[in-house]
């Protein structure tokens, strides 16, 4: 795909498609154009696997030492949680090995489970065809290492060739897509996820979309959040007794890793449902009664947290040399945007009230099915190119590429509309 341009991998009469990837933290999505749906329609389409459209982030290793994915994986990692990786892209991002069930393996190689299953999933889609190309989206804060494992995890699944996008250009492309957004008008976006923490800001042009700013923290997201109501609980466990806490957490045993794993499982449920509901009751294994935990503490815990991600977004606000009052839109996505506390946050120090994107999974997968892969894999011979600033057609609207020394923020796009 010399320069992003597709290389022609239909056969006569069948229309090339093209795939977008969101590795994501806790669930990968996919998103495919330029097929047809049973109905006929054509235009993007989210990829299903195993009737949802999010795929679950987690690995698990079988007897035969094959990575498993999706319910298999979560089935398997009930009773074998030292087999299981709930985290690829933590891994990826964090260290080259993970050690499961006794074997050291190389954290790409999880990746490339994950992306593999996708992969497959999306050609059996179209008849066992290849995208004529392929995107995949990442942090915007991950360098040139993590999008280098990206990139190795991509070959090892057998993706040939693929673009890279930051997650929240795509997202902040997407909104672009949905809104009319005024010419000059800057539309910023906060996407905290379920391990990282995106920011950008993308200003309206006369060509289309520029962004002129990205920002976050690659190790802040939803389960960060599960950290603040695990220690809130701890607190309350060593209230009441703090001995079966400690057996829970002290004990190597295999029965009390699959007790920790549920009691994870368990925690990301109650948080999810605190954005809706007053209180939750949470089960301990050792505590006879539940531990009745109200939103209102909740949230005196994950203020720090919270805090921090504004301030991240208002760095990169000010970093665009703007202010929150000049900014046209603020976007969120990303699934742990929807606690609460996000916009009451947002409102309160901008006096901006930010839009929450109707469907936070899809964002910014729609959003990179939009463009041309702006960059190369890290370390290849294009990535050194002077600026390219041809046009090129791309499926949501018109490109202009050039490649920035760090490779990511050298495209212009200008939606059809
Ligand atoms: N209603 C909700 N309230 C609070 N948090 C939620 C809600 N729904 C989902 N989440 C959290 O959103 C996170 C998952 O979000 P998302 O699917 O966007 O992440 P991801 O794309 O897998 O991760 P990342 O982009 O960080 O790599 C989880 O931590 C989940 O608990
Ligand atoms: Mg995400």
């Not at 520029?210 to 220690?231: F, K, M, Q, S």
């Amino acid at each position: 795909m010399a320069n992003g341009r597709s290389t022609a991998r239909a056969g006569r009469g069948e229309r090339e498609w093209s795939l977008a990837v969101d590795f994501g933290t806790c669930f990968t999505t996919a998103a495919m154009l330029g097929d047809e749906d049973a109905a006929g329609a054509v235009g993007p389409r989210s990829l299903e696997i195993e009737n949802s459209r999010c795929l679950p982030a987690l690995v698990c290793l079988d007897d035969s030492g094959a990575l498993l994915t999706g319910r298999a994986a979560q089935q398997r990692a009930v009773h074998h949680p030292d087999q299981a990786e709930r985290a690829p892209k933590r891994a990826l991002a964090r260290q080259p090995a993970v050690l499961l069930g006794g074997r050291s393996l190389p954290a790409a190689e999880l990746a490339a489970a994950v992306l593999r299953r996708v992969y497959a999933e999306a050609r059996a889609a179209h008849e066992g065809r290849a995208p004529a190309r392929t995107v995949l989206t990442h942090p915007a804060r991950w360098g040139t290492a993590e999008r280098g494992r990206l990139a190795e995890a991509a070959a090892l699944a057998g993706i040939a060739d693929p673009g890279f996008l930051p997650e929240p250009v795509a997202a902040a492309l997407h909104h672009g897509q949905v809104h009319a957004v005024p010419e000059g008008g800057a539309v910023a976006v906060y996407d905290l996820g379920g391990g990282t923490f995106d920011t950008a800001v993308l200003r309206r042009t006369a060509e289309g979309f520029v962004a002129v700013a990205i920002g976050g923290d690659p190790y802040l997201g939803g389960e960060d959040l599960d950290e603040c109501l695990r220690d809130l609980l701890a607190e309350r466990a060593a209230d009441r007794d703090p001995d079966p806490w400690h057996a829970l957490w002290d004990d190597p045993g295999p029965p009390a890793a699959a007790r920790r794993a549920a009691l994870g499982r368990e925690l990301t449920a109650a948080r999810e449902a605190l954005s809706q509901t007053g209180s939750v009751d949470l089960a301990v294994p050792g505590y006879p009664q539940p531990f009745l935990i109200r939103a209102h503490e909740y949230r005196a815990a994950a203020e720090p947290l919270l805090t921090r991600s504004y301030e991240l977004l208002a760095a990169t606000i000010a970093d665009a040399g703007l202010d929150a009052a000049d900014v046209h839109e603020i976007v969120l996505t990303g699934g742990a945007s929807r606690t609460p506390r996000v916009s009451d946050l947002i409102a309160e120090r901008t006096g901006r009230l930010p839009l929450l994107t109707a469907d936070p999974k899809s964002a910014v997968v729609l959003g990179a099915l939009a463009v041309l892969p702006p960059t190369r894999p890290p370390g290849s011979p294009e990535a050194a190119q002077p600026p390219d600033t041809d046009g090129a057609a791309a499926p949501g609207g018109r490109v202009r590429r050039y490649l920035n020394p760090d490779g990511d923020l050298g495209f212009r796009f200008t939606p059809h509309r």
